[in-house]
């Protein structure tokens, strides 16, 4: 006679041990970075340039260089993705226009970054004449994530409950109106998770600015748009891989300041995810 | 005086014949009710009178609806100007998330209103015409979500009247109140009707004879019977509003 009680007891066990194991790498990983990372944090290092052929000093001019990169992206892709959103939740009909635009999107979240840079590179580079520049990297990680700030925004736009666009439109205002009043309003933080989450990815990623933007060694801050600039993750790839007996601790120190950096928007975008959520009762 | 007369109204969602040959008129200032069976086209006759069946797909009219004399149904109709004029209270009471004060002055800011006296104003008088100023006066910057089921029902209608219409359509506005309420809500009604043309969609029989003055009564579409209250109660000329309201089906 088989036992069912066992056999849940076995069925839970493996259930349990899988999903404990998705734990297991980011702990990992964080553990790994912090410990061998955090001794490489000073003042110095995130306030100076890097120094003895990127040896020494410090990845000030990495962390400018994305900082103005995470915001051109967001510049660009905030408001064609939100506009887009709401065209596609408020407006469009379901033919097969909307039906294609849909499949793009998703096909669009689904390409590989590295196809993003060449794409860049063809596109900002070489066709706009935009040259190896903030602008041209900007543009490249503003496509990039543009489906994602194109779903999530989706999604809290259709989570405004049908009702008040209903209750609103009854009271004679009208539909621009409405959505300006009431729905867009009560969709910010859901949007707002969304550009987050889109933030995130952008400063993370090398592929895309590869081609476009990164460069491997900058004495100085760029000028204007129209410059090159040193990022997180090439600086990362370039003392990993390119530039012979460069210390642990400055590899390390490195990707610790990314993953604080990438880790601490995700973290701002689930505390305003939570607070939304508590505050909705409809 | 008729506020709203239909002619030969047809509508249809795709194939489905929804309203056929609605004849009808509905007087100013007395509240007419719309009984019949679930399905029977009540509310999307009541929907019909503010167009919010246009964002419906597929939905499409034929015949006509004179509101003050003017058809409403053909493509110059301005629908700001007529849904300000033709308010509609739903069946769940829907406050939106924000203060009861700025509940009740959307409407009217979206329209230009901004001085902050006349607002204020509005506020009041339209709080004090749904019976809750007394009880809200001292709150008016909380949540209108915390308020109860009644109370945001009122307050919505607060909010419908803030925009001064001139007709109340009014979906099930009860069914989601407890008797008492319900009452209370009826008492309301009867206030208002001095001042608005009310039309109530209602499938609660008693609700209909309580309430109001004149009664249509449909199936499947059809107006069958359309009188005086008291008339259609006592004496039906048709034998299927008869079994209706003696609880035959529906």
């Keep these: ?5 066992r056999t849940q007891k076995i069925a839970f066990f493996f259930l349990l041990l899988s999903t404990l194991l998705i734990v297991v790498p980011v702990g990992l990983i964080v553990v790994i970075i912090i410990q061998k990372g955090l001794p490489a944090i000073n003042w110095q290092f995130l306030s100076e340039v890097p120094q003895q052929g990127m040896r020494a000093g410090g990845i000030f001019p990495a962390i400018v260089g994305t900082f103005y990169l995470v915001s051109g992206a967001i510049l660009f892709a905030l408001p064609i993705g939100l506009l887009a959103a709401v065209y596609l939740t408020e407006y469009a009909k379901d033919n097969l226009l909307t039906r294609i635009i849909k499949l793009a999107i998703v096909n669009l979240a689904g390409v590989p970054s590295v196809v993003y840079g060449l794409f860049g590179f063809a596109l ?6 935009f040259g190896a520049s903030i602008l041209s990297g900007s543009l490249t990680l503003g496509i990039m994530i543009l489906p994602v700030i194109i779903t999530t ?3 809290a736009l259709e989570s405004v409950p049908a009702s008040f666009r209903e209750v609103s439109l009854s009271l004679g205002v009208s539909k621009w109106q409405t959505i300006r009043n009431i729905v867009l309003p009560n969709a910010v933080p859901g949007i707002l998770t969304g550009t987050i989450l889109g933030l995130g990815r ?3 990623e090398t592929a895309p600015i590869l081609f476009t933007v990164a460069a491997f060694y900058l004495p100085q801050l760029p000028a204007s748009i129209f410059d090159q600039a040193m990022a997180l993750p090439y600086h990362l790839y370039v003392i990993s891989t390119q530039v012979p007996n460069v210390d642990e601790k400055v590899r390390y120190g490195t990707a610790f300041v990314l993953l604080a950096l990438v880790l601490s928007m995700n973290l701002v975008a689930i505390v305003i995810r939570s607070k939304f959520r508590k505050k909705k009762k409809w | 005086m008729s506020k709203i007369v239909t002619k030969k109204l047809n509508l249809w969602y795709s194939q489905f014949h929804a309203l056929k040959d609605v004849h009808a008129s509905f007087e100013d200032k007395r509240i007419t009710a719309i009984i019949g069976p679930s399905g029977c086209g009540k509310s999307t006759l009541l929907r019909v009178f503010n167009r919010m069946n246009d964002f419906v797909d597929g939905v499409r009219t034929d015949g006509e609806v004179l509101i003050d004399g003017e058809d409403i149904l053909n493509g110059r109709t301005d629908l700001v100007t007529l849904r300000k004029k033709v308010g509609m209270v739903f069946q769940r009471p829907n406050p939106f998330p924000l203060s009861i004060y700025e509940n009740i002055v959307f409407g009217k800011k979206i329209h230009g209103e901004t001085k ?4 204020d104003i509005i506020v009041e008088k339209s709080l004090k015409s749904v019976l809750l100023w007394d009880e809200l006066k001292d709150k008016l910057n909380s949540s209108a979500l915390l308020l109860s089921l009644e109370q945001k029902q009122r307050l919505c209608i607060a909010r ?12 099930e506005p009860c069914s989601t109140l407890d008797p008492q309420a319900t009452a209370r809500i009826e008492e309301l009604m009867r206030e208002l009707k001095s001042n608005y043309s009310i039309i109530i969609v209602t499938h609660n029989m008693q609700q209909a004879a309580r309430v109001s003055d004149d009664t249509g009564f449909m199936l499947l579409g059809e107006l069958i019977e359309f009188g005086k209250t008291s008339e259609i109660f006592t004496a039906p000329k048709d034998r299927r509003t008869e079994e209706y309201i003696t609880g035959r089906y529906g």
Aim: charged letters at 20%; hydrophobic letters at 55%; aromatic letters at 12%.
């Design chain 1, 1 to 5: 006679m088989r036992n069912p009680y």
């Design chain 1, 124 to 129: 900002f580079v070489v066709f706009f004449k």
């Design chain 1, 153 to 155: 925004s989706v999604e």
């Design chain 1, 202 to 204: 952008a400063a993370g």
């Design chain 2, 116 to 119: 902050r006296e006349q607002l």
């Design chain 2, 160 to 171: 419908l009247i803030a925009v001064q219409p001139e007709v109340l359509l009014m979906d």
